[in-house]
């Protein structure tokens, strides 16, 4: 298949050659770390392990180089097919043991076979996530759709392209039932250009009748996960631009779709935290595509630009699992776009970043917290917040790590494996392909 695999990233005798000369500084840096845990009431241990437990899907687009829509500036290396961009994530996930799962997307991903697909992941130690549709650009040499998405896909006026975009989804769920997957992501990008364009009302029943199609499709354990976002490619309305749009969605749709929050998919400023929550109140909050930005879309590494705000939504996600826990636990997973560096090191910083954000979200003392909240203590309950978000946790991911026989510097042992180097040398030169950024 592909001989890529076999390089250094993937052997464990060279993560542990890589980690040799870094265990004695990270056992004193847990240590100590450990004991400043427990003067304040926390055990070192129980969060380690709740954090190795952490994981985070990495999306297959996101193995390629992104782009814009001004231009894309290819990488060296880059997968030519499927098989190449598991091999790429199986690299992410033995240098941070956090990333298990991958989240395909059809028709890119597509192949003959989706029994040897799994099984080829399933070596590599990796299994598969939500499935996406892709309905939002044209597939002229795909005999599936002759029609065009030019006006839209499920919100589409014309009955024949919903259709087409409904089987398309259908074919997806059977494709991710073959993968070992259990749940459904849709993102459209219908929406209107004019004012005047398109009937507001009527594209929102339109989406949902052709959703409710989809759902009858769901095998009873499936989830349908609803994706809004707020504008691009339409650029004045959009049909599920907002989570409210989402929500009223996954309500009529019934009781197996649930709404996807992507953080880069809100007007800036917007209290996304709150969102969460709003969300889980409903009991219809499916989960994330975890990436960062500053103007719009999810064009940024998550972590990059607003930690905080990230670690603010984990906080979000704590208090619930330490609280009456989630009836179905939320699915994580990385969507961004790889413009200007290395997307498999990109993915492995994310990752980092993300399990970073839930980490320190369990050093909230949550009794504490509950309890400034009550007696109207603005500044103690920031202090607790703060507290917790400037403690560097670093050492427990490290531990979570090197425990898991990855690395303890992912970023420092991928460089010096030279897993890019012999992908350049190996694979074919990609010129052409879309940004992926969904
Ligand atoms: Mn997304």
């Known amino acids: 298949m592909n001989e890529i695999i076999k390089i250094r990233p993937a052997d464990p005798d060279f993560r542990a050659e890589q980690n040799a000369a870094l265990n004695a500084a990270l056992q004193e840096d847990y240590e100590i770390l450990g004991r400043r845990m427990a003067r304040r009431g926390i055990d070192i241990e129980t969060v380690t392990e709740l954090v190795s437990r952490f994981g985070v899907a990495v999306?297959?687009?996101?193995?390629?180089?992104?782009?814009?829509?001004?231009?894309?500036?290819?990488?060296?290396?880059?997968?030519?097919?499927?098989?190449?961009?598991?091999?790429?994530?199986?690299?992410?996930?033995?240098?941070?043991?956090?990333?298990?799962?991958?989240?395909?997307?059809?028709?890119?991903?597509?192949?003959?076979?989706?029994?040897?697909?799994?099984?080829?992941?399933?070596?590599?130690?990796?299994?598969?996530?939500?499935?996406?549709?892709?309905?939002?650009?044209?597939?002229?040499?795909?005999?599936?759709?002759?029609?065009?998405?030019?006006?839209?896909?499920?919100?589409?006026?014309?009955?024949?392209?919903?259709?087409?975009?409904?089987?398309?989804n259908i074919r997806c769920i059977e494709a991710g039932e073959q993968l070992g997957s259990k749940a459904l992501t849709i993102w459209i990008g219908d929406g209107s250009n004019f004012p005047g364009q398109s009937h507001f009302g009527r594209s929102f029943d339109r989406y949902i009748d052709s959703v409710k199609q989809i759902a009858t499709a769901l095998p009873p354990d499936w989830s349908v996960f609803l994706e809004h976002k707020i504008y691009e490619p339409a650029f004045y309305s959009t049909v599920i631009q907002d989570w409210g749009?989402?929500?009223?969605?996954?309500?009529?749709?019934?009781?197996?779709?649930?709404?996807?929050?992507?953080?880069?998919?809100?007007?800036?400023?917007?209290?996304?935290?709150?969102?969460?929550?709003?969300?889980?109140?409903?009991?219809?909050?499916?989960?994330?595509?975890?990436?960062?930005?500053?103007?719009?879309?999810d064009d940024l590494d998550a972590g990059a630009i607003d930690p905080f705000r990230l670690f603010?939504?984990?906080?979000?996600?704590?208090?619930?699992?330490?609280?009456?826990?989630?009836?179905?636990?939320?699915?994580?997973?990385?969507?961004?776009?790889?413009?200007?560096?290395?997307?498999?090191?990109?993915?492995?910083?994310?990752?980092?970043?993300?399990?970073?954000?839930?980490?320190?979200?369990?050093?909230?003392?949550?009794?504490?917290?509950?309890?400034?909240q009550d007696t109207n203590d603005p500044m103690m309950a920031n202090q607790e917040l703060k507290r917790a978000f400037t403690t560097d946790v670093a050492p427990i991911l490290a531990m979570a790590r090197a425990r898991e026989g990855a690395a303890i510097e992912p970023l420092a042992a991928y460089r010096a494996s030279g897993y890019r180097q012999a992908c350049i040398a190996r694979r074919p030169v990609r010129t052409a392909g879309g940004g992926g950024i969904v």
């Open 59 to 168: 999306p297959s687009w996101g193995t390629g180089t992104g782009g814009t829509r001004f231009a894309r500036f290819p990488g060296g290396g880059e997968p030519a097919n499927v098989f190449d961009k598991i091999a790429d994530c199986a690299v992410i996930n033995s240098l941070t043991g956090a990333t298990p799962a991958i989240s395909p997307h059809f028709p890119w991903d597509e192949v003959a076979d989706f029994a040897e697909l799994r099984q080829y992941a399933a070596t590599l130690g990796l299994g598969f996530d939500a499935v996406n549709s892709n309905t939002f650009q044209d597939h002229p040499s795909h005999g599936d759709h002759p029609l065009s998405y030019k006006f839209g896909s499920l919100s589409h006026t014309d009955p024949a392209v919903r259709a087409q975009a409904i089987r398309h």
């Open 312 to 372: 603010l939504v984990f906080n979000e996600l704590v208090d619930v699992e330490a609280g009456s826990g989630f009836a179905k636990a939320p699915a994580y997973m990385i969507d961004q776009s790889h413009n200007v560096t290395d997307p498999i090191e990109s993915l492995i910083s994310s990752a980092i970043e993300i399990q970073r954000a839930y980490a320190q979200a369990l050093l909230v003392d949550r009794a504490a917290l509950v309890g400034f």
């Open 245 to 297: 749009s989402s929500l009223l969605a996954a309500q009529e749709v019934g009781p197996q779709a649930s709404c996807l929050v992507d953080l880069g998919h809100h007007a800036p400023n917007v209290n996304i935290e709150m969102i969460v929550s709003r969300l889980i109140h409903a009991g219809k909050l499916a989960g994330f595509h975890f990436n960062d930005s500053k103007y719009g879309d």
